[in-house]
């Protein structure tokens, strides 16, 4: 046959010139031939709970593999009946429609007139729909209407018929080939149009999705419904004419509706805005973690993982319903973020990335299409919690201790570090009368004076602050700009000429004393790794959200990651943590603890901005370092108002992070740690205790 297919080749360099069509039907073909012979198309990647349970999929196509033996009868019968009624007796191809291809085309007939079998219609849907998926040119050449491209196919078909059983080859060929949309395969095609498994199809489903394959778009039966039927039974004819069903019974069959499920093929979402609304955000997370590891986006979405992630759907969901219940899902203008992550000397692991938001596109449904939790999002930044940088770089210089008194006026004006004799001092005045003066930084850090803090942030400087901040856990968030983006560099975008937007943070900041303040844009799940870092004795890890990934055989695959630093010694982590442990029992927390039965020992650190735009909670407990944050996320911010549910307003002082940011905290954790024993502070060391 093969023979006789050459033979018709020789016919063309009468059209095409002599030498053009072997150098068309080249030496590759043997390599794809083999590729073809143990075919690997595009799957779906799966992400799933720590716990093994499916949360999202992720592909360019949607494609469910199935065997030979989990095919039905009915299903093989209708698609040979109405394509190739002799594929099981021929060697892959047609020589004498071939032959007629050649003649008609050497002669000027016009189009090609070629018997195309199943197996040469398997090697043009794996060169379109595998090899070339990504090359609209290439799929171009598959589709040409050209000898050259009817010789490769030939030649690929007959060699993959030489070496596949039957069987498979039309397995692979139903495993491939499109069924409209990113519908593709067999198996996915029953589940997307019927709600069923291809070893159920029905003679009619059979014969719908094998008139499809010629055309999956004008035979597509939600579009197209008049033309699916005509089709649909074109085949069933085809099937009566093969004797594979009585003329009577295809009488019936032709009077069926299509009995398609829905109004569109019931595909599940390829992105992670398909998940869970208590999910999608760390699966997102997941998905950059991966591409920042090496995998590029076509392999995650075409390469068949399994990845398990490091969400614990119990928390994940204890956590989400805390957050709806202080900011429902479509509150106007307000967004509630909350991060659980899990401290530990060799891994951070993310149980939870919530947000009364979901992640999605729908903004008249609460939904965002930005990882509000992940990102500096919160561009109005974490007040006070960013005082906890200012006292560890202190600490670490020296320059205080727990018990060291800090100057604390009610107002003071401040000067920058390397200001000039023209600069302007920083006017810094205290939220209230009631604190005393001096204050200790342990009190500092419960009550949380301004005027202390500026001016310790002035005495250590801010070089080191800044780096303390980067070092505990602060590393995405110092590396945007003040707007919470990546630097503007672009000469012809206006806003690289100011520092705002053309500087890092860790850059912008180097003469701001606002810093301390935490006025500026930060990611929430890196403020709960700060407390992560923390509670790990002074060792950070970046927020880890893979627990494993598997290749679609089930073979482990290695996701590279940074590796754990210790970044201050554990004594200065502990009396950090010895430090932040009075805030919600005497601190800016403690009424909302009393409110809320809150007994267990845990770090905390509130923090609200100047116009009540945002609020905070940094905290931790038992083996839980979070974040809580609202903040305002409209086109159109406001002071956030306290109340039931929390909102924007003109509501005179505004919220705080101990009124709203911390209850969500209190309401998670006592569900999640009920039953469980208290686990203690660790007692501070006496070296960082006192300034030196």
């Known amino acids: 046959m093969l023979a006789g297919v050459l033979f018709a080749g020789t016919l063309a360099p009468v059209a095409i010139g002599a030498g053009v069509l072997s150098n068309q039907v080249s030496d590759s073909v043997d390599s794809i031939s083999a590729d073809l012979a143990h075919a690997d198309p595009p799957l779906v990647t799966t992400v799933t709970d720590r716990t093994g349970a499916p949360i999202a999929t ?323 930044g974490a007040g006070s919690s960013f005082k906890i940088f200012t006292s560890a770089a202190a600490m670490a210089a020296g320059k205080a201790g727990l018990n060291t008194p800090l100057t604390n006026p009610f107002s003071d004006c401040f000067t920058p570090p390397n200001a000039n ?26 009550t949380s004076p301004n005027v202390a803090f500026v001016g310790l942030e002035a005495q250590v400087g801010m070089p080191a602050i800044l780096d303390m901040a980067s070092k505990l856990g602060l590393r995405t968030t110092m590396a945007t700009n003040d707007a919470g983006t990546k630097p503007i560099t672009d000469p012809a975008d206006q806003r690289s000429k100011n520092p705002q937007y053309n500087e890092p943070q860790s850059q912008y900041f180097q003469n701001l004393l606002s810093f301390t303040l935490g006025n500026s844009p930060v990611s929430p799940l890196e403020m709960a790794n700060v407390s992560a870092t923390l509670m790990s004795g002074g060792t950070w890890c970046p927020p880890d959200p893979i627990l494993t990934v598997t290749d679609r055989n089930g073979a482990p695959v290695p996701v590279k990651q940074q590796s754990c630093e210790q970044v201050i010694p554990p004594g200065l982590a502990n009396t950090l943590e010895a430090g932040l442990s009075r805030d919600t029992t005497a601190g800016t927390s403690a009424a909302a603890a009393r409110n809320a039965g809150w007994t267990h020992p845990d770090i905390g650190k509130t923090g609200t901005t100047q116009e009540s735009e945002s609020v905070a909670f940094i905290g931790g407990v038992d083996h839980y370092a979070v974040s809580s944050m609202v903040f305002a996320d409209g086109p159109r911010p406001q002071e956030i108002c306290p109340g039931t549910p929390v909102h924007l307003g003109n509501c005179g002082h505004g919220a705080f992070g101990g009124t709203v940011a911390a209850p969500p905290y209190f309401t998670a954790m006592t569900t999640l740690l009920a039953g469980q024993p208290d686990v203690p502070i660790p007692a501070p060391d006496p070296q960082y205790l006192d300034a030196h």
């Open 58 to 380: 992720l592909y360019a196509q949607y494609r469910i593999p199935v065997t030979p033996a989990q095919i039905s009868p009915a299903m093989k019968a209708a698609i040979i009946d109405i394509e190739d009624r002799r594929f099981y007796s021929e060697g892959g191809v047609d020589p004498q429609g071939m032959l007629r291809a050649a003649v008609k085309d050497s002669t000027g007939g016009g189009t090609l007139q070629g018997a195309s079998t199943i197996t040469q219609q398997y090697v043009k849907n794996y060169l379109v729909n595998v090899v070339d998926r990504t090359n609209k040119a290439a799929q171009q050449q598959d589709k040409e209407d050209s000898l050259a491209r009817k010789l490769r196919e030939a030649k690929m078909a007959v060699q993959l018929s030489a070496t596949v059983p039957k069987d498979q080859v039309l397995a692979n060929y139903l495993n491939v080939v499109e069924f409209s949309g990113t519908v593709y395969g067999v198996g996915a095609a029953a589940q997307a149009y019927f709600g069923t498994t291809v070893d159920k199809l029905t003679v009619v489903q059979s014969a719908l999705l094998a008139g499809m394959v010629n055309n999956p778009n004008v035979y597509n039966p939600y579009t197209h419904p008049a033309k699916a039927l005509q089709r649909r039974n074109t085949v069933l004819d085809a099937m009566v004419s093969a004797g594979s069903i009585p003329a009577s019974y295809a009488v019936t069959a032709k009077a069926a509706p299509l009995g398609v499920v829905g109004t569109k093929p019931a595909a599940p979402s390829s992105t992670c805005m398909g998940a869970a609304p208590d999910a999608g955000f760390l699966c997102a997370y997941a998905v950059r973690y991966l591409e920042q590891s090496g995998f590029t986006a076509d392999q995650i979405d075409t390469g068949g993982y399994t990845v398990k992630t490091t969400l614990d759907p119990h928390v994940s969901q204890v956590v989400k319903d805390a957050v709806n219940a202080n900011v429902p899902t479509t509150q106007d203008g307000v967004a509630n973020t909350f991060a659980v992550v899990q401290p530990g000397g060799d891994g951070h692991q993310i149980l939870a990335m919530v947000a009364n938001r979901n992640y999605g596109t729908d903004p008249d449904q609460g939904e965002t299409s930005s990882n509000i939790v992940a990102d500096a999002s919160n561009k109005f």
């Open 421 to 446: 004799q023209y600069t302007h001092c920083y006017p810094v005045s205290n939220d209230g009368t009631s604190y005393p003066n001096p204050i200790s930084l342990a009190d500092g850090l419960a």
